[in-house]
């Protein structure tokens, strides 16, 4: 089946810095990627949508500014956590849906942990 | 707003036993439904996909059907394992693509 990948799987920072993750689809273009974080013990909420070559669409009560989206390419959506702080700690996973796909194949994750 | 919730929150039964797992969805109007496994601070397993014109999907010991007037889906578990032991999500799609997550069921299987 389709392959998507997050790098890294697993980061810790300094408060205040920034962190960005990728999301690349290995064997597949995709038009679309969605962004999800799931917080200990919850479930995944979604962030947003982003489309290849137009700006991501961001859900009620996501703040744009702080979770920066890129998708450059049919492959690759970046996440990017601007000044992060301790409560951006989180389980955060990409999803990708290529053109004809009825499904989604979604990333293994990335552990973020801001000290 | 779509909103989606598993009942029950969590579930521990010996090996062996059969074991139900509930979806519910406010919006009928889905695309299609899809059953997850999660092991612990992992990604997604996906168990099986069901289309919103199909009414049950089967992959081995799982079985998942769907009634989409009322708002349903269940997951059934044949003959649990302490290997099925993960939290399972039931997310709905629309036409959108954009997946609603269930609060997920925590099931552990004994040995």
């Known amino acids: 089946g389709a392959v998507v990948s997050q790098h890294p799987s697993r980061v810790i920072c300094k408060s205040g810095t920034s962190v960005k993750i990728e999301c690349r689809s290995l064997?597949?273009?995709?038009?679309?990627m969605f962004w999800y974080r799931q917080f200990p013990k919850q479930s995944l909420m979604l962030m947003a949508t982003?489309?290849?070559?137009?700006?991501?669409?961001?859900e009620q009560g996501v703040e744009k500014d702080k979770f920066l989206i890129n998708h450059a390419s049919l492959t690759l959506s970046t996440l990017t956590v601007t000044s992060a702080h301790p409560e951006d700690s989180s389980f955060y996973i990409c999803?990708?849906?290529?053109?004809?796909?009825?499904?989604?194949?979604f990333g293994p994750g990335t552990r973020l942990t801001v000290l | 707003k779509q909103e989606v919730t598993q009942i029950p929150a969590a579930l521990s039964v010996p090996e062996g036993e059969n074991l139900v797992l509930n979806c519910s969805f406010t919006d009928s109007a889905i695309y299609n439904l899809q059953w997850f496994r999660q092991d612990p601070g992992k990604g997604l397993t996906s168990l099986l996909l069901i289309q919103s014109s199909q009414r049950e999907q089967t992959s081995g010991r799982l079985n998942a059907s769907l009634d989409k007037s009322s708002g349903r889906s269940t997951l059934y578990i044949a003959a649990s394992q302490p290997g099925d032991s993960a939290t399972y999500l039931c997310a709905v799609t629309s036409g959108t693509y954009k997946y609603i997550f269930g609060t997920g069921t925590r099931l552990k299987v004994l040995a």
């Open positions: 982003s489309n290849e070559g137009s700006k991501a669409t961001y």
């Open positions: 064997d597949f273009q995709a038009t679309t």
């Open positions: 999803s990708a849906r290529g053109s004809v796909a009825d499904t989604q194949y």
